[in-house]
C-alpha cells in the first residue's frame, strides 16, 4: 500500500498544551496534505505543504516536512476541547492520480 | 461541506442487493470521487470522475460501479452487495483544474450495512 501511516494511532492530553502527530510515507511525493475529521462527520482540509517546503504555518497548525526521512508532522499548539478529531494525512505520490490517505490519529483533548 | 450532499445517509440492506449511492454538489466542478474509509484503513478511493462520463478506477474499485450522467450527480453502485462492502462512504470533490493535487472537500458520508 502507498497509504501514509500516522504515529500515535490515538492522544490524549490536557487542554492547553500542544499535540504532535507524525506521518510516514514509502514513496516520492508532490504534496503532503493534513485532514481533520470530527466524529460522524466528513473530513476538512487543514493544510498543503509542497515537495519542496519544509515548514507551514496556519494559525495554531505548523507542519513539516522531511522528504530525505519520508515524514511529516503535524503540530496544533495550545491545544482546546474542540480540536478532539481524528488526524490524516494524505499524500499525493509521484506518478498517482489520486491521494493516499494514512489511518489516522485520535486526538482527545480533556477540558 | 462544500455544498455536497450524499443520500441516503444510512443505509441497511441485505447481501446480493443492488445499491445506489447519490452524490450532489451545487457547484459544478469537475473532478468528484468515491471513498470508503475503514477502521484500519484509513480513506481508500473507490473511483472518480474528471468529467461527465469520465470516470477512472481507484484503489478498491472491484464490485463498485459509477456513473457520470450530469456534471453535478456522482453515483456509486454496489451491483451485488456483500458483507465486506459494510462501510462508510465519502464522495468528495476539488475546485480547481488539477483535480487531486487541489484540496479535496467531503461530503458528510453514508453509513451502509449489508447484513
Known amino acids: 500500500s502507498q497509504q501514509g501511516e500516522e504515529d500515535p494511532q490515538a492522544l490524549s492530553i490536557q487542554e492547553g498544551e500542544n499535540a504532535t502527530m507524525n506521518c510516514s510515507y514509502k514513496t516520492s511525493i508532490n504534496n503532503l496534505q493534513w485532514y481533520r475529521q470530527n466524529s460522524g462527520r466528513g473530513l476538512v482540509h487543514l493544510i498543503l505543504i509542497r515537495s519542496n517546503e519544509r515548514e507551514k504555518h496556519s494559525g495554531r497548525l505548523r507542519v513539516t516536512l522531511d522528504t530525505s526521512k519520508k515524514s511529516s508532522s503535524l503540530l496544533i499548539t495550545a491545544s482546546r476541547a474542540a480540536d478532539t478529531a481524528s488526524y490524516f494525512c494524505?499524500?499525493?505520490?509521484?506518478?498517482?492520480?489520486?491521494?493516499?490517505f494514512g489511518t489516522g490519529t485520535r486526538l482527545t483533548v480533556i477540558p | 461541506d462544500a455544498g455536497i450532499t450524499q443520500s441516503p445517509r444510512h443505509k441497511v440492506t441485505e447481501t446480493g442487493t443492488p445499491v445506489t449511492l447519490r452524490c450532489h454538489q451545487t457547484e459544478n466542478h469537475r473532478y468528484m470521487y468515491w471513498y470508503r474509509q475503514d477502521p484500519g484503513h484509513g480513506l481508500r478511493l473507490i473511483h472518480y470522475?474528471?468529467?461527465?462520463?469520465?470516470?477512472d478506477k481507484g484503489e478498491v474499485s472491484d464490485g463498485y460501479s459509477v456513473s457520470r450522467s450530469k456534471t453535478e450527480d456522482f453515483l456509486l453502485t454496489l451491483e451485488s452487495a456483500t458483507s465486506s462492502q459494510t462501510s462508510v462512504y465519502f464522495c468528495?470533490?476539488?475546485?480547481?483544474?488539477?483535480?487531486?493535487?487541489?484540496?479535496?472537500?467531503f461530503g458528510p458520508g453514508t453509513r451502509l450495512t449489508v447484513l
Open positions: 494524505a499524500t499525493e505520490t509521484t506518478g498517482a492520480n489520486n491521494l493516499f
Open positions: 470522475s474528471y468529467g461527465v462520463k469520465d470516470t
Open positions: 468528495a470533490i476539488t475546485t480547481g483544474l488539477a483535480g487531486y493535487t487541489d484540496t479535496q472537500y
